[in-house]
């Protein structure tokens, strides 16, 4: 395999654990697996799209003005629905999340239109030449920003004390609640949070690759395989997981094809599920 191969997978898994990263976060501490997590990514994107195409931002400049803007979106679904529905039954929020997810879709459809779109910017195309390794200039800027937002994530939960309440939240809630932790805030907060990152995903992802309002599902599959690799609760793992599967995604697309990718993907996910449902990197690294 070829130094350009390698360097492509890793850089591109920065991107999927970005992805990867919302959703392991819910369900970490809402014990909530969040099927519009591919919309609130794709969401992302289209409020972008909206600075970009009217006011002339740069996609970066762009990117915490959509992370802000699906948050808002996120907090009061999870303070004013999905939470009662979480007290009340383990399965209701999942149907839930799956409605409005379809919801999103329909919404995005009559406002966007079906045509894809894509960001634009002068490093979408761009790269750069390092030790005889071509390096694309978009993929390396997703990469660092995953890392700056894994740590910055990692240091909230870990340092921080509303990170104390989130973990508290998390580990036992009516112990939490007898305590003075408003849950049912703590819960809202994490899915804006999640949302946030779903958002900054979205925009990398329309600056590497076109997208519709369509496109939530395949990212939706890619951030769960990338939490199966890392298993629940790592930070650390996320990234490593979204590296791992980086690389099986540009060794297969190098050996066999991109036809193979998606399939990748659903093959490891499938895999972890069945020999490794707690992640391959929960022991390696913890939040």
Request: charged share 5%.
């Amino acid at each position: 395999m070829s130094a350009d191969v390698l360097v492509a997978g890793v850089l591109s898994g920065g991107l999927y654990a970005l992805i990867g990263l919302g959703i392991s976060l819910v369900f970490g501490v809402l014990k909530m697996m969040n099927l519009m997590h591919g919309e609130l990514v794709v969401g992302g994107a289209y409020v972008a799209s909206l600075l970009v195409g009217y006011a002339g931002f740069d996609p970066l400049l762009a990117l915490p003005f959509a992370m802000l803007g699906v948050a808002l979106l996120a907090y009061p679904l999870q303070r004013y629905l999905l939470t009662g529905l979480l007290r009340s039954s383990g399965t209701a929020p999942l149907v839930a999340t799956f409605g409005l997810s379809l919801m999103a879709q329909a919404v995005l459809q009559a406002a966007f239109g079906t045509d894809p779109r894509a960001l634009r910017a002068p490093y979408a195309d761009a790269g750069f030449t390092v030790l005889g390794v071509r390096v694309q200039a978009v993929y390396a800027i997703s990469f660092a920003l995953t890392v700056v937002l894994c740590a910055a994530t990692h240091l909230l939960l870990s340092r921080t004390r509303a990170g104390i309440a989130v973990r508290a939240a998390a580990a036992d809630p009516t112990t939490a609640s007898m305590l003075g932790i408003n849950v049912g805030r703590v819960y809202a907060l994490t899915l804006a949070g999640a949302a946030a990152l779903a958002a900054a995903g979205g925009v990398m992802t329309g600056v590497a690759q076109s997208f519709t309002p369509t496109s939530g599902l395949p990212l939706l599959l890619t951030g769960f395989a990338v939490m199966a690799l890392a298993g629940i609760g790592s930070v650390g793992g996320v990234l490593l997981g979204g590296v791992a599967l980086g690389l099986l995604q540009s060794a297969s697309t190098a050996l066999f094809g991109g036809g193979w990718r998606n399939f990748v993907v659903y093959t490891v996910f499938f895999l972890a599920l069945s020999f490794r449902p707690t992640g391959l990197f929960r022991r390696a690294v913890r939040a």
